[in-house]
Structures are given as structure tokens and as C-alpha cells.
């Protein structure tokens, strides 16, 4: 491949197409080929050729070159197939040892093409290629499958499964070899190897295993919090690159109405009947919406980087296109309502956090309650000789005030919890409801203009521009059908990414994991 060298050209002025255009792939090289047998006439008319846009992939170009590569084996099989007719008819020496040399050279390199060609059909099943056209639901989907952020959450959910083992446990014992008694003389010493335990003699250790236990079911549910906001961040990309998408399209098609007008000014004014003004006022547009485009091509890129930032994706991966917004209604209001008090993990957290301030009030009244300590193990004395001692001792809780704050404390805790799940269900409600009529608001505003106004704005265009070019309005009137149309089309863009957030926030609101 290194004899051979790629180019993109436009067909019909066999130049490099200008921005925006669609070009083709076209290859030169002495390896290629240089046309048809004893046809000059058809290898001067004929291109091998394959036109490529940009939305296609980067593997898409390397099977492209791929095919040059089987092309060029093929051509180099045919030199073979000469080369063997010649081997038959040389004499023996240089000459023939020269063609089998030649012909070896030819089967390494198609060995080499073969393995390409295996290696770039391989390639093109990539495994980050999104479906076509691409859903939501398969965004959101994708989202929850690679985004760091909800596997963070689930090992920090995991690490704290292991706390009710870790704060139910006894302490460690204590192992206390001692000396007891040595004599200056240093005839003897009475020795001993003490083993300590402390326990508590009330059931605090259970309680603090409840507490643990409450504050891990606590963090798990926050696992699913995590995972509803990186949901709504993929579904709001998606929306938003959607509608960058579609105002590309309005924007083709307005630059296609603005070339018209301009085309109709200028027959008006070269047949006596406009100005050149007009001819100049129509340009004007036509280089306005020429920035727009330009723009819009950044803008969708951007948008792009921003939905496979969302999934996970590295950020210059291709989208292929976007499935269309959906019409369906939300769900009724009582529906609505017992799916977000049902599933939301909010009110998980604040059940889990109420049950721990309770097993914490548990825990602070334990303390009322004495810990034990036994000590006991082999000694040896220079009077009585090898034997075992045994000490059993128990704390006193005389600090009574430390001890009953703890207890109002914990207490006052628990109360607030309480309160805090309460006002949670308020919130948890309102926002439901409020999810619901918003995207009921937003499709009502999206129907009538793709309904609607959108078709009636297209059908003032034909005899608006018709009467103009009779002579029976002016350039000001078609500019403002036109104009009304534009604005109508910008207006059903942002309508249906107002109604694809709409739908992405209720979907959060009633912890629905997904849309429709």
C-alpha cells in the first residue's frame, strides 16, 4: 500500500470537495490500475470508485483500502498467469530463475493482502459501534453499562456491606507476659502470661451491627441515585444532539428556499422588474444561514462528544443517527405518584437513615450498661511454684451527664431523620407531579407545531415566492413567509428537546430507569 496514494475528489471537477460536500475515495499509484485491455476509449471514461460521506466510519475506509489491496492481488495474480507461460517458454538459467523469483514475491504479497483483509473485516465489527438508528432506551442502557461513576458507587456500596462484621466484633484479646516479682538476689521471679478479653455485658453489639447495616442499606440505595443521574445526563445529550441534528436539516432546507429566492430576484432584475437591492437583500440571507450551517456543524460535534462522554464512549466516536422523539402520553397521575414514593431512592436513603438513629439511641443506652474484663492464664511464683490465675473485672459508668446527652442526642438525631423522610415524600410527590404536567405541556406545544403551524408556515412558501416572481408582492413579503417559516422550525426544534428533558425528568422523578 505505500505505492498507492489516497485522495478525496468530487466527480464531476475532479477537485477536493468544499466543506460540506460529498466527496469520493479515489486511489493513485503505479500499482494500480492503469485501464481496460487494448480499450483506450473506456479506460479513459471509466473510474473505479466508491463515494464516501461523513457520517461514514473509520473502519468503513479501512475495508476501502482493504479492497484496493485484493484489487492489486488480483492484478498481480494475472502477471503471474503471464509469468507462467513465459517460465514454460524461457530456457533454463537466469531467465527463468529471475520469473520464479518474481512469481515468490507475488505470493508473500498476497499472503499479506489475504491477512489484511481478515484482519479488517475483523476490525469492522467494532465493538463500540451504537445501534441504527440509535433509541434512548439503548443510550440510557449503554450509560448504565460503562459510565465509572456507577461502579464506583456499587464498590463503595460493597465496602460498606462489610461494616456490620468489622464494628459487631469483640476487640482483639491481649496477651501480657509479666514479670511479678524479681529479687535483687536474682535467685528466682515469680512470672505469668496473662490473656485479656473485654466484652460487653449488654447487647451493644448488636445494635451497632444494626446501625452499620442501616447506613450500608443507606449508601446501596445511593447506587441507584447515581445510576438515575447518569441516565438523565445521557438522555439530555440525547435530546440535545437530536436537536442539533434536526436544525441542521431546517437549516439545509432554508438555505435551499434562501438560494431560490436569491435565483427569482436575480430573473427580476434581469428582466427590468427588481432592483438590485432585492437581489442584495436576498444574498444576505443566503450568506446568514451559510454561518448558521458552518456553525451548526460545531455545534453537533460538540453535541456528539457530549452523548459518547455520557455513555462512556470515547468522545470522537461516530453516533449514527438518532431515533425520533416519541408521542405517546405520560402515565396517569395516581400511577405516576405510587411509582415515585414506590421506587425512588431518596426515601430508601431516608428509611435507612430513620432506622439507623434509632439503633444508635439503642447503642447510646448500652452504655448505661458495664463492659467485663477477664484476665487470665499460666504463673509460676518461687514459693508455690507453676499455676494459673484468673481476674475478672467490670467497668463503672459513673459519668451519668456524658451518658444521658449521648442519649438526647441520638435521640434528637432520630427525630430529625423522621422529619426529613417526611418533608422527602412532600418533595418526592411534588416533583412527580410537577415531571408529569410539564411533559404533558411540552408535547401539547410539540404537536401543534409539527402539526400545525410547521405545514401551514410550508404551504405560504410556494405562492408567496409564486406571486413574487409575477410581480404580485414584494421581496418583504416572501422574506417574512420565509422568515415565519424558519421561526416555526427553530421553535419545533426546541420543543422536542423541551419535550425529550420533560420526559428524561419524569422518567428521574418516578425512578422509572428509562423512556419511552
Known amino acids: 500500500m505505500h505505492d498507492r496514494q489516497p485522495m478525496t475528489t468530487q466527480s464531476r471537477r475532479h477537485s477536493a470537495p468544499g466543506h460540506g460536500e460529498i466527496g469520493e475515495i479515489w486511489l493513485a499509484g503505479p500499482s494500480v490500475a492503469q485501464g481496460y485491455w487494448k480499450l483506450p476509449g473506456l479506460s479513459s471514461a471509466a473510474t473505479v470508485t466508491r463515494v464516501v460521506t461523513p457520517a461514514q466510519t473509520a473502519q468503513e475506509l479501512r475495508l476501502l483500502a482493504v479492497n484496493a489491496a485484493l484489487f492489486a492481488c488480483a492484478v498481480r ?31 508473500v504479497f498476497v499472503l499479506a493482502a489475504a491477512l489484511l483483509a481478515v484482519g479488517g473485516s475483523a476490525g469492522a465489527d467494532e465493538p463500540d459501534r451504537l445501534p441504527d438508528p440509535l433509541r434512548m432506551a439503548s443510550a ?62 449488654s447487647g451493644i453489639r448488636g445494635h451497632r451491627r444494626r446501625t452499620a447495616e442501616a447506613e450500608a442499606r443507606g449508601i446501596a440505595a445511593g447506587v441507584d441515585r447515581v445510576r438515575l443521574e447518569v ?36 430573473a427580476r432584475y434581469g428582466a427590468g422588474k427588481g432592483t438590485q437591492a432585492e437581489v442584495l437583500r436576498a444574498e444576505i440571507e443566503v450568506e446568514r444561514l451559510v454561518g448558521e450551517l458552518a456553525a451548526n456543524q460545531a455545534e453537533v460535534r460538540a453535541a456528539e462528544a457530549m452523548l459518547n462522554t455520557s455513555l462512556g464512549r470515547p468522545p470522537e466516536l461516530l453516533v449514527p443517527p438518532l431515533a425520533n422523539a416519541t408521542t405517546d402520553e405520560p402515565p396517569a397521575l395516581d400511577r405516576t405518584v405510587s411509582a415515585a414514593l414506590d421506587r425512588r431512592p431518596e426515601l430508601r436513603v431516608g428509611r435507612a437513615e430513620v432506622d439507623r438513629a434509632h439503633a444508635e439511641i439503642s447503642v447510646m443506652h448500652d452504655m448505661y450498661t458495664p463492659m467485663a474484663m477477664v484476665q487470665t492464664g499460666p504463673s509460676y511464683t518461687m514459693i508455690d511454684g507453676a499455676g494459673w490465675m484468673l481476674m475478672v473485672g467490670v467497668s463503672i459508668p459513673l459519668w451519668r451527664d456524658k451518658l444521658h446527652a449521648g442519649v438526647a442526642e441520638a435521640q434528637a438525631m432520630a427525630e430529625m431523620a423522621e422529619q426529613d423522610l417526611v418533608g422527602m415524600k412532600r418533595m418526592v410527590v411534588g416533583d412527580a407531579v410537577v415531571a408529569r404536567e410539564r411533559v404533558l405541556a411540552a408535547r401539547a406545544r410539540w404537536l401543534s407545531l409539527r402539526d ?61 430507569g428509562g423512556q419511552p
Open 77 to 107: 495474480a494475472v502477471r503471474d498467469v503471464a509469468n507462467l507461460g513465459a517460465l514454460r517458454a524461457a530456457p533454463s538459467g537466469t531467465t527463468r530463475e529471475s520469473l520464479l523469483a518474481d512469481m515468490s514475491r507475488h505470493r
Open 231 to 266: 441516565e438523565l445526563e445521557a438522555a439530555s445529550a440525547f435530546v440535545m444532539l437530536r436537536e442539533e441534528r434536526q436544525m441542521a436539516t431546517f437549516l439545509a432546507e432554508q438555505r435551499a428556499l434562501a438560494d431560490q429566492l436569491v435565483a427569482a430576484a436575480t
Open 452 to 512: 400545525q403551524v410547521v405545514p401551514r408556515a410550508k404551504a405560504a412558501i410556494e405562492p408567496t415566492v409564486a406571486a413574487y416572481t409575477t410581480g404580485q408582492l414584494p421581496l418583504v413579503s416572501v422574506l417574512e413567509a420565509a422568515q415565519a417559516l424558519w421561526s416555526s422550525q427553530m421553535e419545533l426544534a426546541a420543543a422536542e428537546r423541551a419535550l425529550g428533558i420533560a420526559w428524561a425528568r419524569l422518567s428521574r422523578a418516578t425512578a422509572q
Open 140 to 201: 440510557i442502557a449503554l450509560a448504565r453499562q460503562h459510565r465509572t461513576e456507577i461502579a464506583a458507587a456499587r464498590s463503595r456500596a460493597r465496602a460498606a456491606m462489610e461494616r456490620p462484621a468489622i464494628v459487631s466484633a469483640l476487640d482483639d484479646p491481649m496477651v501480657l507476659p509479666s514479670i511479678d516479682h524479681l529479687p535483687f538476689m536474682l535467685g528466682g521471679a515469680d512470672i505469668s502470661l496473662v490473656v485479656e478479653q473485654r466484652f460487653p455485658l
